[in-house]
Every structure is written in C-alpha cells, then in structure tokens.
T-cell receptor
C-alpha cells in the first residue's frame, strides 16, 4: 500500500470550508484513497473514498488530482463537531490475504474554532 | 443500535493478569478486524477474520495474544500475562465481504486497557 503524507495539524473557522490535503505520490493505478476520521475517544469513522474521479457524499467531497499523486478532503461547512483526527489511507480493497486492512498514519488534527 | 459493539469499554488490570475483550460486529458482516491504538498514534492492525477463519496476524500480535471468532459471529481478544506496554485502546471493526467490496470498515468505540 502506498504511503501517505498529511500535515500534522490544521485549524478552521466554524462555517468555513476545511480543506485537508494528502500526498500519495507512490500510489498505484488500482489503489483507492480512503478518508476516515476519529473524534476523541471514539473509533474511526469512514468518510469517503475514491479512485480517479472526484467524489461527494453527505459528509464531504474528495478531490483527486489528475496524476493521482495527491488529494484533498473538503468539509464544505465545518462545525465544531468536525474537530477530529483525519486519516488519509491508500490501499487496494482486496489484495490476497490482507483483504483491505487499513494502514493509519498519524493523520491531521483538525480543530474547528467558533 | 446496529453498529459494532465492544465490551467492556474500559478495563483496568494488574500486570500479569489475563484479560478478554469482546466484539460484536454488524450482523451479516463476515469480515472482522482488530486494531490497537496507543496515545498519539493511529490505529495499528492486529489481526483479521473472514467468517470464523483467522486469515492474518500482525507481528504486533505476540504469543500472549489470541483472538477467536467462533461461528463467525462475535470475536474475543485475549491477552495473557498482561504487561504495562499492553496499555492501549483496542478497536474492532467489521466490513462486508463481496466481490466488489469497498472495504468500508465500521469501527466500535473500543476497549481502553490500562495495565497497572
């Protein structure tokens, strides 16, 4: 699985868009980019994933560059409840025996302030 | 609540004691994962089950650790002769198994272990 690089921390004003970058320059052609977040004292929560095209769901948007070497998670209107550690993970959904185990790095601590 | 359930939420034990944690996955999810998370770090993979078969174990899973998933439903993680270094959050996750599996893993709230 490709290694990902994220900033250690970011902050954002409530109501503004939060843009969280992730570099995955060694990603292979069939590896997906997944985003999870972890609110303090809770288990990680799936946010969104994508392969090539930009994706949007009720939680966020995922913008993947054309060369797939980086991506950005966008929370369009951040709220205080979005304060969490955000993890960007690149992996194959199914690969032999590993069957999609997640490799979490240290993620980005996003702090949303009032 | 139909999410992943973990019990207990907190466990305090003395060094050398055995502890057992339980995970109840989302029903019909045939994949179950255990992760460990220490302070300031992201979760680290420990082991994985597909139905009742344990298919992979991380090198982090020493001989003192054992996991089971009888009948492919709930799972237990046992730590024997606990050490202070075992203090961590133990997370369980489950996902569906399908040909076009997206491997979206749903996590429980974890069991926080403190070894004194």
């Amino acid at each position: 699985d490709a290694k990902t690089t994220q900033p250690t921390s970011m902050d954002c004003a409530e109501g503004r868009a939060a843009n969280l970058p992730c570099n995955h320059s060694t990603i292979s052609g069939n590896e997906y980019v997944y985003w999870y977040r972890q609110i303090h004292s809770q288990g990680p929560q799936y946010i969104i994933h994508g392969l090539k095209n930009n994706e949007t769901n009720e939680m966020a948007s995922l913008i993947i560059t054309e060369d797939r070497k980086s991506s950005t998670l966008i929370l369009p209107h951040a709220t205080l409840r979005d304060t969490a550690v955000y993890y960007c993970i690149a992996l194959l959904p199914d690969r032999g025996s590993t069957l999609g185990r997640l490799y979490f790095g240290r993620g980005t601590q996003l702090t949303v302030w009032p | 609540d139909t999410g992943v359930s973990q019990n207990p939420r907190h466990k305090i034990t003395k060094r050398g004691q055995n502890v057992t944690f339980r995970c109840d996955p989302i029903s019909e999810h045939n994949r179950l994962y255990w992760y460990r998370q220490t302070l300031g770090q992201g979760p680290e993979f420990l082991t994985y089950f597909q139905n009742e078969a344990q298919l992979e174990k991380s090198r982090l899973l020493s001989d003192r650790f054992s996991a089971e998933r009888p009948k492919g439903s709930f799972s237990t993680l046992e730590i024997q002769r606990t050490e202070q270094g075992d203090s961590a959050m133990y997370l369980c996750a489950s996902s569906q198994g399908a040909l076009l599996a997206k491997n979206i893993q749903y996590f429980g709230a974890g069991t926080r272990l403190s070894v004194l």
